[in-house]
């Protein structure tokens, strides 16, 4: 029975020959098919970069173009500058009369009201300077009465030399004629002639004198007393005198904060000297200085915001209050000369004032600090200015 055998193993090394090509057959459409479907895959990869290449070199620049247009005809409407300051009201406190300091009433970052009393000076010599002013008019009025006393004498001086005259006159007339008819002698008439040349001349020394007194006097014998110039000066003098007193209290003009006080008792200061500064910080307002290119469209109260350097998550609206009428050099100790032959353009500066908004609280701002400055001109460049560069 060995070729039975034989057919038997034949017959299953066929089946499975058969079975392995199925499977082979199987795997391999099984194997294409996923190729395929990886070679779509990486066609469909393929085709999509390149549409993401196209919108990258197309869309996207054409995109960034059009934004940066956008920006460019939007950008004129604002102009900006980190070169601004706060600027506040700072009065320099001084004293009217110059002495030596008594009292010094207030510390160095004070608060203090308007009238609150700062320093005293020495109070003695403008007390003294007030007595003898009080003496000189007290004098002046005794000059006065005496004056008017002397002038009366000279009147009734005058009057009596006057009556004296007219008598020596008929004396005269008489010895003429006695003379004339020869019973008296000459030297007689001569003796009433020189007596009556004696009271004219005594007459009008006296109306001299009368003169100078009245003229004393004012020009006027019943002027009221407190109307003679002399009194009026005295009084004005008086006055003065008090005043210089008064002016030994050194007050406060405004409101503010004290400042820089160096001021010590028993210094000695000169009048009108600074001593300290008085700084009203509830009131600051902002020097802006912008490039004289900026200021094209820029105008009164247009709005306006604000950002300390100190403060950089806080804003101040404000408002364009004033432009200088010159730039920054022209106020400076020494312009520029511009008519030397080593002349370099630089673009100059003019200052621009801005008004913070009187309804936000800016006590934190102090003088001095920097701030960045952005000015709304409303006024944009406008689309029809980019598209002019491309007429023919």
Known sequence: MPWQVYARVSVSNSSIRLLLSKLIFRVSALLAKRLKNRIDLMTEAVMSRKALRFLLLLIVPLSLAWLALDQYAKGGRYIETDNAYVKAHIVSVSAEMGGRVEKVLVKDQQQVRQGDLLFVLDRAPFQIALAKANAQLELVRNELDTLRAEYRVAKAEASEAQERIQFLNLQLERSRRLREVGMIRADAYDEALHQRDAAKARLAAIEERASRVLVA??????????????????????????????????????????????????????????????????????????????????????????????????????????????????????????????????VQRVPVILEIDPLQESTALRAGMTVTVRVDTGKARGMPDVLSWFKP
């Open 217 to 346: 006097l004012g020009g006027h014998v019943l002027l009221a007393t407190e109307r003679h110039p002399k009194i009026l000066e005295a009084m004005a003098a008086l006055d003065e005198a008090k005043l210089a007193l008064d002016r030994t209290e050194i007050r406060a003009s405004q409101d503010g904060t004290i400042s820089n006080l160096r001021l010590r008792p028993g210094e000695n200061i000169n009048r009108g000297a600074g001593l300290f500064s008085l700084i009203q910080p509830e009131q600051p307002w902002i020097e802006a200085n912008f490039k004289e290119t900026q200021l094209e469209k820029v105008r009164l109260g247009q709005p306006a915001s604000l950002v300390a350097d100190a403060f950089p998550d806080r804003q101040w609206p404000a408002k364009v209050l004033a432009i200088a009428p010159a730039t920054g050099a022209q106020f400076a100790v020494l312009p520029p000369q511009n008519a030397t032959g080593n002349w370099v353009k630089v």
